[in-house]
Structure formats: C-alpha cells, structure tokens
T-cell receptor, first 116, second 117 residues
Framework: AQSVSQHNHHVILSEAASLELGCNYS??????LFWYVQYPGQHLQLLLK??????LVKGIKGFEAEFIKSKFSFNLRKPSVQWSDTAEYFC??????????????FGKGTHLIIQP | ETGVTQSPTHLIKTRGQQVTLRCSSQ?????VSWYQQALGQGPQFIFQ???????GRGNFPPRFSGLQFPNYSSELNVNALELDDSALYLC????????????????FGPGTRLTVT
C-alpha cells in the first residue's frame, strides 16, 4: 500500500516569501499525484495534479509542483505567498495502473500561516 | 453546476448507536468515495461506490457500510459507534468509467462532523 509523508506540519511565513512544502510518497509503480488545499471554513479543493507528461505542473493561484520520480517527491512551490494562502495543504497519491479503486492516500497535512 | 453536498453538517451520537450520513454528488459524476478525517490528520479512504456497487475499500471494519442510489447520491452507515469514530466524514465525487476513477479529479463536499460521546 502506498503512503505519503509531508515533512512540515506547521509553516509560518511572511507575505511575499517563497514557499516550498515537501511531499514524499512510497509506491514503486505508476502514480497520480495531487495537492489539495483547505482554506479556513471551506472544503477541500484541488490545487493541482500530475498524471503524466511534464513533471512541472502548474495549478491555481500561482502554485506549482514538481514531480521527481527518482526521489518519490512532489513538492509544492509558490514564489511569493499572500495572506490569503493561509490554509491546510494536503498531498495525496493514488496508484495509476492496475485498475480497482484504492482511493486517495493523503499525507497528514501542512498548516500554513502567512503573516501580513 | 451543483457541487457536492453533504448532510447533516454536525451530528452528536452516543457510543453503540448507529448513524447515517448522506451525500449528493456533483452533477454528471457517477462515482462517490467516502473519507474519514480525524483531527489533525489527512483524510483516510473508507470506500468507493460506482454504479451502485462498492468497488474499493480502505482499512475500515464492516460496521462501516454504504449505499449508492440510481441518481448517484450515497449514504455512509456506521453501526456500533465507537469514540474513535469521532471525525469529519468527507464525501467526494468523480466521473469514472468501469470503476477506474483514479485518472479523474475528485471533488469534495464540506463534510459531516460526527461526535461520539
């Protein structure tokens, strides 16, 4: 079974700082990767996804992530954060072959606080 | 386009009781998945329904069961509630074919907060 590790549980940054949230997964086969965001009082929303092709994927609100297969990583980045980026961020993975329905495997989340 | 809706928003139950949570999928979506999110944790996959049949299950005991209806809405039933069942229960819908939904984005509802006392 696959697992996801998010290295930073709490991150505090100032506005305009650069952001990188780490995500590593354990699964030897083909995977589909996701970052979800949960703003305060709102439901989980898809930030970006990787299925195949260009390992650098761009999502909404200026976020991007890079899939590095050799490192089993899918780190989330944003060059300049805003106060409105304060939220909980979840990395998730699902196996990309073999059929069936395993469901998404989520990391424990990173609570990001942006200080004005 | 109507998003995923869940009811009720909050629920308080006593240990040993049974509970039913409901989910309406986003229009056009035929697959529904349920997740449990304990405090401070990421969501954990409970099971998935496609064409009214369970076609995938996570590491949850049989007292967690579900249904999917012809309109693709779904129910999650939990019997013999335990204190550890206190969590946010999330429903997610997606558009899959032959149950191979992994290539498709999942859209989450706001969740039902269940408290077991």
């Amino acid at each position: 079974a696959q697992s996801v590790s998010q290295h930073n549980h709490h991150v505090i940054l100032s506005e305009a700082a650069s952001l990188e949230l780490g995500c590593n997964y354990s699964y030897g086969g083909t995977v589909n990767l996701f970052w979800y965001v949960q703003y305060p009082g709102q439901h989980l929303q898809l930030l970006l996804k990787y299925f195949s092709g260009d390992p650098l994927v761009k999502g909404i609100k200026g976020f991007e992530a890079e899939f590095i297969k050799s490192k089993f990583s899918f780190n989330l980045r944003k060059p300049s954060v805003q106060w409105s980026d304060t939220a909980e961020y979840f990395c998730a993975v699902i196996r990309g072959s073999g059929g069936g329905a395993d469901g998404l495997t989520f990391g424990k989340g990173t609570h990001l606080i942006i200080q004005p | 386009e109507t998003g995923v809706t869940q009811s009720p928003t909050h629920l308080i139950k006593t240990r040993g009781q049974q509970v039913t949570l409901r989910c309406s999928s986003q229009s056009g979506h035929n697959t529904v998945s349920w997740y449990q999110q304990a405090l401070g944790q990421g969501p954990q996959f409970i099971f998935q329904y496609y064409r009214e049949e369970e076609n995938g299950r996570g590491n949850f005991p049989p007292r967690f069961s579900g249904l999917q209806f012809p309109n693709y809405s779904s129910e999650l039933n939990v019997n013999a509630l335990e204190l550890d069942d206190s969590a946010l229960y999330l429903c997610a819908s997606s558009s899959g074919t032959s149950g191979a939904f992994y290539s498709y984005e999942q859209y989450f509802g706001p969740g039902t907060r269940l408290t077991v006392t």
